[in-house]
């Protein structure tokens, strides 16, 4: 019989006193976290939300076309509305109930062909075109606009082409007349892009900071309230840190697999977003200790958090442009970690950019994380007395060596 003495390996234990005190925080919060899955329920919620946004984008709007012409004319121009995608023609004889139905949030838009359309037509004279559109729904209302100007477009191009051949003229002749310019469409980002494209990921960010706010705050405030007292600053980090993981995991599946399964295309992998998610997650962990010091008290905090979560969606630059804003708002909209995180995230995972293109929208996360972090750290040291203790002791030694 032949015995093999095996050598035993020992695991080098952990002597640093710091690291044995974050690893202890991350282990207590992460074992809760795991244990009590309450973050799913955000999970959750944002699969729901965003189901909205499932048709990628607007089609079939019912629109109401009242043919007063009853021309050939009026019937091409109702052929065109139809045929456009965004449109989805529903005809009415009258004027005043196609205007209940507006009124009755059933329609979007009504359309007047006036009488004798055909006939202004081939006088060359102006022709006005009266339409009503619901403008309480941008989306829709800009989309309806669109459609009936080409639809007008093209049949007074047909009706011109059509004059111009019976004097005389050639198709070789009227094109370069009747379109001088040709339009070239180069499509420099995704081609697949649409409004909900930039819309959805703006929605995420801006739940993910709501939600990681709350975690981060709530975590901090009951770490300070601890009969025991405030824990080392290791086993604080410690707890702190075990939030990144869960809202990383969270970035993945609500960046990359729910829009998988919405069907948009996406342009970058799992680590660019997780490169982007990252630094974002850090800001709002940093901003969160501000809040902390300035609140220090969960039912307060939850109070906050619910009032001012709407405007900063609104002030975010998802649904309304940065530079259509006032200075003053445009000023507090750059300085929330959501604004940055938005424009990066929809610029390389919808329009293809690379994360070199968004360098100074990951760099101003991290200036926002640490001046948020190092603000609250400040506050709290002000709001215990550290501070005017630091500057009693710094007086009184000043005045030592005067002596």
């Known amino acids: 019989m032949i015995h093999l003495r095996l050598p035993v390996i020992h695991l080098p234990t952990i002597q640093s006193p710091f690291l044995q005190g974050y690893l202890r925080g991350f282990k207590m919060i992460m074992s809760r976290m795991l244990g009590q899955p309450k973050w799913m329920v955000l999970l959750i919620s944002i699969c729901l939300m965003s189901l909205v946004y499932y048709n990628h984008s607007v089609w079939d709007l019912p629109v109401a076309v009242v043919d007063q012409d009853h021309s050939e004319a009026s019937r091409m121009v109702t052929r065109n509305f139809d045929a456009s995608p965004k449109i989805g023609v529903k005809t009415y004889d009258s004027i005043e109930i196609a205007q209940e139905d507006l009124a009755a949030r059933r329609l979007f838009a009504v359309i007047v062909l006036p009488k004798n359309m055909e006939k202004h037509i081939l006088h060359g004279e102006t022709v006005t075109i009266p339409a009503y559109g619901d403008a309480t729904s941008r989306i829709s209302n800009g989309q309806i606009e669109q459609d009936v100007l080409a639809a007008y477009q093209t049949m007074t191009y047909a009706y011109n082409q059509e004059m111009l051949m019976n004097v005389g003229f050639t198709p ?28 959805f990921p703006g929605l995420v960010v801006m739940l993910l900071q709501h939600s990681l706010l709350l975690a981060g705050t709530r975590t901090s405030i009951v770490l300070h309230t601890l009969p025991q007292g405030k824990p080392p600053l290791p086993v604080y980090l410690g707890c702190l840190s075990a939030l990144i993981p869960i809202w990383l995991f969270l970035a993945i599946v609500l960046f990359v697999a729910w829009p998988m399964i919405l069907g948009y295309r996406q342009t970058a992998p799992i680590p ?5 998610a990252f630094p974002f997650i850090l800001a709002v962990l940093g901003f969160a200790k501000l809040i902390t010091e300035c609140l220090r008290n969960i039912e307060l905090m939850y109070l906050t958090m619910s009032m001012i979560t709407t405007p900063v969606f609104y002030i975010s630059g998802t649904i309304w442009p940065l530079q259509a804003m006032p200075k003053w708002v445009f000023f507090i909209s750059n300085m929330l970690p959501s604004t940055w995180a938005t424009k990066a995230i929809a610029s390389v995972d919808q329009m293809g950019q690379s994360i ?19 603000l609250g750290w400040f506050i709290g040291a002000l709001r215990d007395g550290h501070v005017r203790k630091f500057i009693v002791s710094r007086k009184r030694l000043f005045y030592r060596k005067i002596k």
């Open 172 to 199: 070789t002749q009227i094109d370069p007349i009747l379109s001088p310019m040709k339009a070239l469409r180069t499509d420099l980002f995704n081609p697949g892009i649409s409004f909900a494209a930039i819309t």
């Open 272 to 276: 660019e977003i997780l490169m982007l």
């Open 356 to 374: 070199s293109e968004v360098g100074f929208d990951v760099v101003m996360m991290l200036v926002l994380g640490a001046f948020y972090a190092t």
